[in-house]
Structure formats: C-alpha cells, structure tokens
T-cell receptor
Framework: RKEVEQDPGPFNVPEGATVAFNCTYSNSASQSFFWYRQDCRKEPKLLMSVYSSGNEDGRFTAQLNRASQYISLLIRDSKLSDSATYLCVVNRYYGQNFVFGPGTRLSVLP | EPEVTQTPSHQVTQMGQEVILRCVPISNHLYFYWYRQILGQKVEFLVSFYNNEISEKSEIFDDQFSVERPDGSNFTLKIRSTKLEDSAMYFC?????????????FGPGTRLTVT
C-alpha cells in the first residue's frame, strides 16, 4: 500500500462550486499533515497545515481524522485561480522528510 | 517575504558529466532538503541536512549524490556522473523547526535535462 494516496482526478468544476479532496495515509506514526498546491512545472506551495481540531483559512477548510488516517480539503466558492494540483503531504518527525501524495488535479471552469 | 532561491533554473548536461545544483535556503531556517520530481510523477524525497550533516536520505540518494553547505548561505546538491534517468525537477526546501513549526518552503526548482 502506498504511504499517501489521493484520487488523481481531474476534478472539473464550475466557478463558485464547492469541491472536496480526500487523502489517506498508511503510516500511523505520521505526526504532521499539510496541503500544498502545485501549478504546472512550479514548486509546491504551502496551502495550509492540518490540525486535529480542523482548521479554516478563508475559503479553505482542512480536516484530519487520525483514527481513519484520513485528511480532507474543502474549497468553497471556487475561483479560476484555484486550478492547480493539490498535494497531500505527511511527515513523521520534526526535521524528517515529507512524503507526498501523487496529487489531485483541479480545473475550475468559467 | 523570505524565500528559497535556486540556481540555475535549467541545466542541460551530457550523460556522465557532473552537475552542481545550488540553493539558498531561508536565512533563519535550520533544516534543508532536496527533493526531485520526474515529469508527470510525484515529488520524491532525496535527503535532509541539519547541523552540517545528513540527517536522513532515501534509497534514491546513492553514492553518486552528495550535499554540502560550503558557507553560511548556500546548500548544494552534486550529482557526480549523471544518467538519463536523473532528468527531473530538483527542488530545495528549508524549514524552521522551532516553536513546533515543521512546514517546509520550497524553492522554484532546477530543471535538469540529461542528454
């Protein structure tokens, strides 16, 4: 089983739609969780860290379910500029490597 | 806003040649990393570096790879004898690791093409 799994998509949604991405991880020792976005041929950019209590940043909401080893990202009121690949990322300990999921591609259509 | 920088943005080299990819991490960060991404594939960890030594490395990071922090600001990745399959984007990242902050910030990458 892969350490971090995501539905590759693509998700094609109209502007203004709400879209949700899921991610599962296999290593129960994972400590920290993140969502990054990556535009084509660019570097991953931190979107948000994911906390056990869930957290929100504007139109973005992230949730973590440690019991099910599952992370989610909800995007409300999608904008054209949200079109990108969304990467689920986990790591086990401070200073240790990030393990990336394969990413979920989102296209927001006018 | 401080950022990680990388040079060059694109490097073309012939198989068997040595290449050095350069990175300047964010200045107060303590941990440095190299990742690679082969076109169309996921981002893969290569190596992490802390306190002037490698703290972790992946199976990909074999004897042809080495890292160095030659001075107080640069962090380099050397590939001794490049192979065709080394063609990829190479991303440098750094993180603070103080106050529980483990987020990693990535540079814009160096696209390495081995011919």
């Amino acid at each position: 089983r892969k350490e971090v799994e995501q539905d590759p998509g693509p998700f094609n949604v109209p502007e203004g739609a709400t879209v949700a991405f899921n991610c599962t991880y296999s290593n129960s020792a994972s400590q920290s969780f993140f969502w990054y976005r990556q535009d084509c041929r660019k570097e991953p950019k931190l979107l948000m860290s994911v906390y056990s209590s869930g957290n929100e940043d504007g139109r973005f909401t992230a949730q973590l379910n440690r019991a099910s080893q599952y992370i989610s990202l909800l995007i409300r009121d999608s904008k054209l500029s949200d079109s990108a690949t969304y990467l689920c990322v986990v790591n086990r300990y401070y200073g240790q490597n990030f393990v990336f999921g394969p990413g979920t591609r989102l296209s927001v259509l006018p | 806003e401080p950022e990680v920088t990388q040079t060059p943005s694109h490097q073309v080299t012939q198989m068997g040649q040595e290449v050095i990819l350069r990175c300047v991490p964010i200045s107060n960060h303590l941990y440095f990393y190299w990742y690679r991404q082969i076109l169309g594939q996921k981002v893969e960890f290569l190596v992490s570096f802390y306190n002037n030594e490698i703290s972790e490395k992946s199976e990909i990071f074999d004897d042809q790879f080495s890292v160095e922090r030659p001075d107080g600001s640069n962090f380099t990745l050397k590939i001794r004898s490049t192979k065709l399959e080394d063609s990829a984007m190479y991303f440098c990242a750094s993180s603070d690791q103080t106050s529980g902050r483990v987020e990693q910030y990535f540079g814009p990458g160096t696209r390495l093409t081995v011919t």
